[in-house]
């Protein structure tokens, strides 16, 4: 099993940069192919982006070419960097530890952080 604990939250302008962190325990973590999701009030939970044990990445269209994910497995610690922040970034954001399918799919499993906040504003 999985635990899961988000950091690197707060409140930014437009155009500023937030990076994320994520840290797991147990001796799976680098095994697991590792998602950022995020979830505005009122709307469903999204995927952002999501990185395999090997290193493969994906990103959803509304943030390509301004977050990177990345991932330290001597650490356990998968990052999100966030840069070039919108108002519509604003969010709650969770990581998720599950698979990265070869063909783009990432498939969450039941390990969830409790999130962190992100807040931009205009």
């Known amino acids: 099993q999985v635990q899961l604990v988000e950091s690197g939250g707060g409140l930014v302008q437009a155009g500023g940069s937030l990076t994320l962190s994520c840290t797991g325990s147990?001796?799976?973590?680098?095994?697991?192919?590792m998602g950022w999701f995020r979830q505005a009030p009122g709307k469903q939970r999204e995927l952002v982006a999501a990185?395999?044990?090997?290193?493969?990445?994906k990103y959803a269209d509304f943030v390509r070419g301004r977050f990177t994910i990345s991932r330290d497995n001597g650490k356990n610690t998968v990052s999100l960097q966030m840069n070039s922040l919108k108002p519509e970034d604003t969010a709650v954001y969770y990581c998720?530890?599950?698979?990265?399918?070869?063909?783009?799919?990432?498939?969450?499993?039941?390990?969830w952080g409790q999130g962190t906040q992100v807040t931009v504003s205009s």
């Open positions: 998720n530890a599950g698979w990265l399918s070869t063909g783009g799919t990432f498939y969450p499993d039941d390990y």
């Open positions: 990185i395999s044990s090997g290193g493969r990445t």
């Open positions: 147990g001796s799976t973590f680098s095994i697991k192919s």
